[in-house]
């Protein structure tokens, strides 16, 4: 008798790039080359969210005014990832930024990326 296969979710590897992440990173480097960044890294950094409880945002970003940024790339927002990402917003002065894409039946490079920022004060979309 064969059993049907269930399908765990595949876990993210350190230091691997998914295709929404790299297809970001590809943005970020046309960026940096036009400078409106100075710099980016990918997994960077782990902050410390509480006891036991930490957050690893996708990719570090230096604005071309030194402003520290971080960006979470996500096919779809799943619950517990926008709680991190908001809690980070609420212990760090960075600026968090949520990174999509809509899904659309347009070419993937025709689809723009959508941001949401995140601060202390309150989350902004552009």
């Not at 691997?16 to 036009?34: C, G």
């Not at 570090?60 to 940024?69: F, N, S």
Request: aromatic letters at 16%.
């Amino acid at each position: 008798m064969k059993y049907p296969r269930h399908f765990a979710k595949v876990a993210h590897k350190t230091g691997e790039m998914n295709q929404y992440e790299r297809a970001y990173s590809a943005v970020l480097e046309k960026r940096k080359l036009a400078g409106e960044i100075q710099e980016y890294h990918f997994e960077r950094y782990k902050l410390r969210l509480g006891q036991a409880c930490y957050y690893t945002p996708d990719f570090m970003v230096v604005r071309a005014d030194g402003v520290l940024e971080f960006h979470e790339v996500k096919g779809f927002w799943e619950e517990d990832a926008r709680v991190k990402i908001k809690a980070a917003a609420d212990q760090y002065p960075h600026v968090f930024v949520a990174v999509t894409r809509p899904k659309t039946k347009a070419p993937r490079e025709l689809t723009p990326w959508l941001y949401e920022y995140f601060t202390k004060e309150q989350p902004q979309e552009q």
